[in-house]
């Protein structure tokens, strides 16, 4: 079985470009995150989605941030314009919609260098 | 407000020895408490969890402990093995979203 895939797993950008990141879940797997992980740090919540509903964004930065999961399968977050602290690693994760018992299938993550 | 905490940022430990990873939290209305493994360039994966409702759960060589009154979660690794250097998240599951550790960089030596 596949797990999650992201792209790009790279990605070196000016500051004030956009940026978009790709992610396709575990098949089955009804419910998406998108996390943000720091150099040193642990990955935070960005954004929950069960299924095509945003049921959680209270973290996502809105004015520069944005995400959709047309059709509650895939999902692309995009930045825009792109400051320097948005460097870091953006991690997409999938879990099933049985009972939540805090079990998420990462991907590799997307490594967003902003110069 | 951190609602949670690994106060060590590495832990070095011998080959065969035990590793204790630990973790603190505040907030007393998490459901799960698990412990995810990172290996450089890849993502988290979930190594072990336990309900709220339990204080001790084991597999193989990785148990993990709550003390609800203290607050404190730890993992214990026996016996330790060069594979497990990693970095190790806590993580505290509470209305159906997780919250992450600082993470703790574990060095086994051969």
């Known amino acids: 079985e596949a797990g999650v895939v992201q792209s790009p797993r790279y990605k070196i950008i000016e500051k004030k470009q956009p940026v978009a990141f790709w992610c396709n879940p575990i098949s089955g797997h009804n419910t998406l995150y998108w996390y943000l992980q720091n150099l040193g740090q642990g990955p935070e919540l960005l954004i929950r989605?069960?299924?095509?509903?945003?049921?959680?964004d209270s973290q996502l930065p809105k004015d520069r941030f944005s995400a959709e999961r047309l059709k509650g399968v895939d999902s692309t977050l995009k930045i825009q314009p792109a400051e320097l602290g948005d460097s870091a690693v953006y991690l997409c994760?999938?879990?099933?919609?049985?009972?939540?018992?805090?079990?998420?299938?990462f991907g590799e993550g997307s490594r967003l260098t902003v110069l | 407000d951190q609602q949670v905490k690994q106060n060590s940022p590495s832990l070095s430990v011998q080959e065969g020895r035990i590793s204790i990873l630990n973790c603190d939290y505040t907030n007393s209305m998490f459901d799960y408490f698990l412990w995810y493994k990172k290996y450089p360039a890849e993502g988290p994966t979930f190594l072990i969890s336990?309900?709220?409702?339990?204080d001790k759960n084991e597999d193989g060589r990785f148990t993990v402990f709550l003390n609800k009154s203290a607050k404190h979660l730890s993992l214990h690794i026996v016996p330790s093995q060069p594979g497990d250097s990693a970095v190790y998240f806590c993580?505290?599951?509470?209305?159906?979203?997780?919250?992450f550790g600082q993470g703790t960089i574990l060095t086994v030596h051969p």
């Open positions: 994760a999938s879990s099933s919609g049985q009972k939540h018992t805090g079990e998420l299938f």
């Open positions: 993580g505290f599951l509470g209305y159906g979203k997780l919250t």
């Open positions: 989605y069960e299924n095509e509903e945003a049921v959680d």
């Open positions: 336990i309900s709220s409702i339990k």
